[in-house]
């Protein structure tokens, strides 16, 4: 599969992942978004950010209740919890912000 945006082709998964990490660009953030209904916020683009500095820093990624727990250290409580990530993610949290960042499919999602 591809992802066309600004006249590239990305190689992405089947499920939507990016096939490589090093494709990931804001545009083609939006262009992931987009595909998957998602209109980017200054919200999202905090847990996206989040999700990639962690995964650059730590070189895997989190389950979904250390993701939580991340996000609640680094943002605030207001933001680490599952309500308020479901809200911007409706489909799942860790999943979503994992295909937003450019990362690949988390290891706990089915």
């Known amino acids: 599969m591809a992802l066309k945006r600004?006249?590239?082709?990305?190689?992405?998964?089947e499920e939507g992942f990016l096939c490589d990490l090093l494709d990931w660009t804001p545009d083609v953030a939006y262009?992931?978004?987009?595909?998957?209904?998602?209109?980017?916020?200054?919200?999202?683009?905090e847990i996206v950010e989040y999700a990639r500095t962690y995964y650059l820093t730590y070189k895997?990624?989190?389950?979904?209740?250390?993701?939580?727990?991340?996000?609640?250290?680094?943002?605030?409580?207001?933001k680490g919890n599952s309500r308020y990530l479901h809200r911007l993610f409706p489909e799942g949290p860790l999943r979503y912000a994992c295909k937003l960042a450019g990362l690949p499919k988390p290891p706990s999602c089915l």
Do not use: C, Y
């Open 60 to 78: 895997h990624l989190p389950n979904t209740r250390v993701f939580i727990k991340g996000v609640k250290k680094t943002l605030g409580p207001d």
């Open 6 to 13: 600004l006249g590239q082709k990305i190689a992405v998964t």
């Open 31 to 45: 262009a992931l978004a987009e595909s998957n209904g998602i209109e980017m916020t200054e919200a999202h683009w």
